[in-house]
Nanobody
Framework: QVQLVESGGGLVQTGGSLRLSCVAS????????AHWYRQAPGKQRELVAS???????DYADSVKGRFTISRDNAKITVYLQMTNLKPEDTAVYYC??????????????WGQGTQVTVSS
């Protein structure tokens, strides 16, 4: 059974930093594209950052210069380093990944989410 498990969320003050991790487990070959989304209370889920299988990255305007997405293929893990956090970054953060089951089959998976709370 394939799972994506996020960790690293928590409570931090304005200006602080957190690093989120998203680990894929199960009988898999690896991760293709991966993304971090977030959803604040009463708001729609929004795309925060993306990383391709080749390492190309893209960010929402609201987090450019503050967040960095990266990956460790050997550990089948995707990270989101968040710095200079603001109260408006408060949300549940979700990892979404296109995972290779073998050299042919691949599916999209979501993690369960990790809460990030930034106090003012």
């Amino acid at each position: 059974q394939v799972q994506l498990v996020e960790s690293g969320g928590g409570l931090v003050q304005t200006g602080g930093s957190l690093r989120l991790s998203c680990v894929a487990s199960g009988s898999i070959l690896g991760i293709n594209d991966a993304h971090w989304y977030r959803q604040a209370p009463g708001k729609q889920r929004e795309l925060v950052a993306s990383i391709s299988s080749s390492g190309m990255t893209d960010y929402a305007d609201s987090v450019k210069g503050r967040f960095t997405i990266s990956r460790d293929n050997a550990k089948i893990t995707v990270y989101l380093q968040m710095t200079n956090l603001k109260p408006e970054d408060t949300a549940v953060y979700y990892c979404k990944a296109d995972i290779n089951h073998d050299y042919v089959l691949h599916y999209i998976y979501w993690g369960q989410g990790t809460q990030v709370t930034v106090s003012s």
